[in-house]
């Protein structure tokens, strides 16, 4: 198995979800994708590959493989956990069935990591700051709405974003509360804003032939710690941002937990500001990810209304 070193945080629900699957007579081996050389966008084609029998996915990163993927959490549509939660359970069985015909893959557990917010090292009041200045993206949807906001997106990896910022690279990131206060971006950064974009949709994916192969009884017990782990991670989305985000600006902050307590200048969000990620989202993110998914996959509009969209009161022309 392997996974992305953003999700620190995660680190206790997935142990816990790993440590259920070795009670049920598997063995997991861990890895995670810097350590043994490899990209994040590469990860679903080396788990169709058979490279891998499971491997936790950020799911925007490897959308450039298949676009129809992003439609789960394009930036702009869910900006809230309970609105993401409803879009994701709308998708979940067009998105197995896609990755299962394309790539021979299936998503075991689908977890967001939390609201996806910015954090800068330059004075910011609103979204009119972004202008000009250089930030870190790391899906298409969120690029597309970064370039009409001015800003010159800059594709990083979680681990390439913290010196980025250090040595100027990249003036602001947009990550959760919880993985830039557990990343150290507070070190480097001074101003964060909590106008959460999207929510950062993971997924635990496994080798459909290594699924299959599965006794019932097996296949059982895995889906079953699954299933327990992803309802352990929106959990932890949901109840614990909150404090990571005060602990990164100054309020309280639990001694001996997982955050670090820091000083950043937390900025107050303003209802124009939400109105321009909608907007902006409905002019631009969705038409920009409509054409290219058509292109890729006929009828993925007509999917896409279907479902993320009736959740969500939206719908692509």
């Known amino acids: 198995m392997t996974q992305n070193q953003e999700g620190r945080a995660q680190h206790a629900p997935e142990m816990a ?9 598997f063995t997991v081996a861990r890895s995670e994708f810097q350590a043994v050389g490899i990209d994040l966008a590469d990860g679903l084609r080396l788990l169709s590959t058979g490279a891998f029998d499971m491997a936790t996915i950020q799911v925007g ?14 930036i702009g549509v869910s900006t809230n956990m309970t609105d993401l939660k409803a879009a994701v359970d709308a998708y979940r069985d067009v998105f197995n069935a ?11 557990a689908i977890w967001p990591f939390g609201p996806q917010v910015f954090l800068c090292n330059a004075e910011m009041s609103s979204l009119a700051d972004l202008d000009g200045l250089k930030v870190r993206s790391f ?4 690029s597309t709405l970064l370039e009409n906001l001015g800003a010159t997106p800059v594709t990083l990896s979680f681990p390439e974003v913290y010196p980025a910022l250090q040595r100027g690279v990249a003036s602001c990131g947009v990550t959760s509360p919880t993985s830039s206060n557990t ?17 950062s949709i993971q997924s635990h994916m496994v080798n459909l032939e290594w699924l299959n192969g599965l006794s019932d009884a097996e296949r059982a017990a895995f889906e079953t710690a699954m299933s327990d782990m992803e309802t352990a ?3 932890l989305a949901i109840n614990t941002n909150d404090t990571a985000q005060s602990c990164s600006t100054g309020g309280e902050c639990p001694e001996g937990g997982l955050y670090t307590s820091y000083d950043m200048t937390l900025v107050p969000v303003t209802d124009d500001d939400k109105a321009k990620v909608a907007e902006i989202s409905v002019s631009a993110v969705l038409p920009e990810w409509a054409a290219k998914c058509e292109a890729s996959y006929p ?9 993320v969209g009736a959740t969500r009161g939206l719908s692509l022309e």
């Open 98 to 108: 896609r990755l299962g015909e394309k790539f021979g893959v299936q998503a075991a």
């Open 139 to 142: 899906t298409a949807s969120m």
């Open 17 to 25: 979800g790993m440590a259920a699957l070795g009670e049920s007579g």
């Open 299 to 307: 009828g993925c509009k007509a999917i896409w209304n279907e479902t």
């Open 61 to 74: 990163s490897v959308a450039k493989d298949d676009p129809f993927l992003e439609g789960i959490d394009l």
């Open 183 to 199: 990343g150290k971006w507070p070190e480097v950064t001074t101003h964060l804003y909590p106008l959460s974009v999207s929510g």
């Open 233 to 235: 991670l929106w959990e």
